[in-house]
């Protein structure tokens, strides 16, 4: 799915060395820490849902609220999605990043922390650059019985007894009327019939559903991306970047260098959109741009066919240095 929103911490928080600290995980908090990260996470949530931007400024931990710039963008593109839906707070974490050390060039460093499921194997780990020394909390309140699920995660910090907010990260949960686990579900069953490249935007799919937010992985995470590498077609298997494009050449001996391949619900048709980004030297006048994006199209779809059947269409953007994006869709059946 096309990032729609922002999210507050990405402009807050920046790479540092890695540093392992304590998680406490909700079943091993105390009642009262439980209870209250639960409340102030659906405090939080019942703020985005009614669009009450000034009540979330006002309950942003001091360091960040002066960086909270665009989050009314992001709360007024995400609370219309909430509207009717009942908050339920899934899970709690307290992360405590008390011992935590600046580097000895006086950055920040990125604190890691490990946390342990229901004493099993399984781990949910967090990653998060740039942290000051201090004691947090990760919550994740998922929006139930609305016309779009969605799941809104909140990163809190403690500053004398008040849990004051620190990052903002909103995602949906469904993408053309599906959840994360049935896209895996059908990912599984598209290598099983040798259709590796549905499969493998599939999986991207599930993931960009499953995971709350970018700087967490975990064991069940961990086991989805082995699965899409396993599946990945030889021209995927070492990646897809400005450094090692994917190149088609269509049947009047065209190349086309596309450095992305993802997916995007963004039209909300039945089935889900391919994005391919394309490489190109100038976009050019409209005319043609549009024709070069039409013919990589047609291209992409020829040279792999199994795409017709699991998407709704295509989006192309054409990318040239130092110029915006050029972007168009189209649906499979004006795809020639």
């Not at 201090?134 to 500053?159: C, H």
């Not at 799919?205 to 992985?217: K, N, S, Y």
Request: charged share 20%.
């Amino acid at each position: 799915m096309r990032a729609k929103v922002a999210m507050l911490a990405s402009v807050l928080l920046l790479v540092g060395a890695a540093s392992a600290e304590v998680c406490t995980t909700q079943s091993k908090m105390t009642a009262a820490d439980r209870d209250t990260l639960v409340a102030r996470a659906r405090q939080l949530a019942a703020m985005v849902q009614a669009n009450d931007v000034n009540g979330l400024h006002a309950a942003t931990a001091p360091e960040y609220a002066k960086d909270f710039g665009g989050l009314g963008d992001v709360v007024a593109g995400v609370a219309p999605k909430l509207k009717g839906g009942t908050l339920v707070v899934e899970q709690v974490y307290l992360l405590d990043a008390s011992e935590l050390k600046h580097a000895a060039d006086g950055s920040l460093p990125a604190a890691q922390f490990y946390c342990s499921l229901n004493q099993s194997p399984a781990e949910a780990d967090f990653l998060i650059p740039g942290m000051d020394p201090g004691k947090y909390a990760f919550a994740i309140v998922e929006s139930e019985n609305a016309t779009t699920p969605w799941r809104l995660s909140f990163l809190m910090r403690q500053d004398q007894n008040q849990w004051g907010l620190a990052g903002f990260y909103p995602t949906a949960m469904w993408a053309a009327g599906h959840d994360g686990l049935w896209y895996w579900r059908q990912a599984r069953a598209m290598a099983a019939n040798n259709q590796h490249w549905n499969a493998w935007l599939y999986y991207q799919q599930a993931e960009v559903l499953l995971r709350p937010a970018g700087f967490i992985q975990s064991t069940h995470l961990e086991k989805l991306r082995s699965e899409r590498s396993a599946v990945a077609p030889p021209a995927l298997s070492e990646g897809i970047s400005p450094q090692a494009p994917l190149v088609v050449k269509a049947a009047d001996g065209s190349e086309y260098h596309f450095i992305g391949l993802g997916v995007d619900d963004s039209l909300g048709k039945e089935k889900i959109d391919v994005t391919a980004h394309l490489k190109v030297d100038q976009i050019g006048d409209v005319a043609t741009a549009n024709k070069r994006n039409a013919a990589a199209m047609s291209a992409l779809v020829a040279a792999y066919p199994e795409l017709r059947s699991a998407f709704h269409g295509v989006w192309i953007f054409a990318q040239a240095p130092g110029q915006n994006p050029f972007a168009t869709e189209q649906a499979m059946s004006d795809i020639h």
